[in-house]
């Protein structure tokens, strides 16, 4: 079954039943031996984009902000047996036109990545009605929303799970933050845990 491993901060890897792995925003933690097929940046700040961590296999596909965004129409694709779409991201430190967030499938696991990001009204109108698995929402309320705004995206949305994540900037997480993530099938993942995606 697919499997997701939280690095901290904001990067995870996601490993899918055929051994295809896809890294979301690398930059924290460990875990980065398996080559990637396919490399998700939300955008090039410094803490989501340390490519040089990650070894590319050699059909792998670096999927950046400006890849999928262009005069505000999101695009996406498949690789390696991931679909995966762009969608916005935006606040005050991260403009509409640099950021998103994806919404990434395989093995039939939906899965939000939200990037760095406040409310947006996309998640309302579109999100809420996808019927997501799993929802990975920022809430340092630093840069991003702060948890509270944070839960409340995360009712909207309305996955199955949803996972506090780049809960402390300069941390691999902030436990007084994720405790706080208060919505119905909050999932706290520790940097270094994996789970199982497809039997929860």
Do not use: W
Request: charged letters at 20%.
């Amino acid at each position: 079954m697919a499997k997701l491993l939280y690095q901290g901060h904001g990067s995870y890897r996601i490993t899918a039943v055929s051994g295809a792995v896809a890294y979301v925003d690398p930059y924290a933690g460990t875990g980065y031996d398996p080559p990637a097929d396919l490399v998700l940046i939300t955008h090039e700040h410094y803490d989501h984009n340390k490519l040089e961590l990650v070894t590319l296999a050699p059909d792998a596909k670096v999927v950046r902000a400006a890849d999928v965004l262009s005069h505000g129409v999101y695009r996406g694709g498949c690789v390696a047996g991931y679909a995966y779409r762009a969608v916005p991201a935006y606040n005050d430190s991260h403009p509409p036109d640099e950021c998103v967030g994806f919404v990434l499938v395989v093995d039939d696991v939906r899965i939000y990545a939200a990037g760095d990001t406040s409310t947006t009204s996309y998640m309302a109108d579109t999100l809420a009605r996808e019927h997501l698995d799993y929802a990975l929402i920022p809430c340092d309320g630093i840069f991003n929303m702060d948890v509270h705004e944070a839960s409340q995206c995360a009712l909207t949305i309305g996955a199955t799970h949803s996972i506090p994540v780049h809960t402390k900037p300069g941390e691999l997480f902030g436990p007084e933050v994720a405790a706080a993530f208060d919505v119905p099938g909050k999932l706290v993942l520790l940097p270094g845990d994996e789970i199982d995606l497809s039997d929860r």
